[in-house]
């Protein structure tokens, strides 16, 4: 069945640094991605998306490129904040019948950034 | 404002109580999902329906029950079958479309005494 992995965490940065958060994943057909946030005591929050092979999807600083031929959406940003500390998941949305367009998330990765 | 409302924030229960999860949405979407967080496992799938008045389980809906009787609405029954309840759950809704995103509610922590 379709499943996602990400890098586990915590991962702790210092402010200004890069940051990279794995998310690969198997699914037939095409697939829709995800990264979504969770601040502390929240809800998760869609932080971008790309629904379709070479799509960027960007926001708040946040990138991230649907790369089929490597099964990958990783997460990226250049210069994280102190506001950046969240939980990150990565997501897919199936695309065949059978998934009945239900999300099936990662793990979660959490973020620190330290000032 | 559109979105989803779920009550109480915190809820607390003693063991062999049902207690029931409230999840309202005015975005007027087809689909509702429940979701369990516990640390460290991501978020599993409890419930989910894509219309009213029908409903099917997710991964883990043993000791869960729910029902949908209004679009808007997608309560969640915690039963005192559900052996570990303790956790924070998350409801969801999705317009239809095979690659809409899910939106997301801010949560219910239920913490059993």
């Known amino acids: 069945g379709d499943s996602v992995t990400q890098m586990e965490g915590p991962v702790t940065l210092s402010e200004e640094a890069f940051l990279t958060i794995n998310c690969t994943y198997t699914a037939t057909g095409y697939p829709s991605l995800f990264w979504y946030v969770q601040y502390p005591g929240e809800g998760l929050q869609l932080l971008l998306k790309a629904t379709k092979a070479d799509d960027k999807g960007s926001n708040k600083g946040f990138e991230a490129t649907y790369r089929k031929e490597t099964t990958s959406f990783h997460l990226e940003k250049g210069s994280v904040q102190v506001s950046d500390s969240a939980v990150y998941f990565c997501?897919?949305?199936?695309?065949?019948?059978?998934?009945?367009?239900?999300?099936?998330f990662g793990k979660g990765t959490k973020l620190s950034v330290k000032p | 404002d559109g979105g989803i409302t779920q009550s109480p924030k915190y809820l607390f229960r003693k063991e062999g109580q049902n207690v029931t999860l409230s999840c309202e949405q005015n975005?007027?979407?087809?689909?509702m999902y429940w979701y369990r967080q516990d640390p460290g496992q991501g978020l599993r799938l409890i419930y989910y329906?894509?219309?009213?008045?029908?409903?099917q389980k997710g991964d883990i809906a043993e000791g869960y029950s729910v029902s949908r009787e209004k679009k808007e609405s997608f309560p969640l029954t915690v039963t005192s079958a559900q052996k570990n309840p303790t956790a924070f759950y998350l409801c969801?809704?999705?317009?239809?479309?095979?690659?809409?995103?899910?939106?997301f509610g801010p949560g219910t922590r239920l913490t059993v005494l």
């Open positions: 329906s894509q219309i009213v008045n029908d409903f």
């Open positions: 969801a809704s999705r317009n239809q479309g095979l690659r809409n995103e899910q939106f």
């Open positions: 997501a897919l949305l199936g695309a065949t019948r059978g998934s009945q367009g239900n999300l099936i």
């Open positions: 975005l007027n979407h087809d689909a």
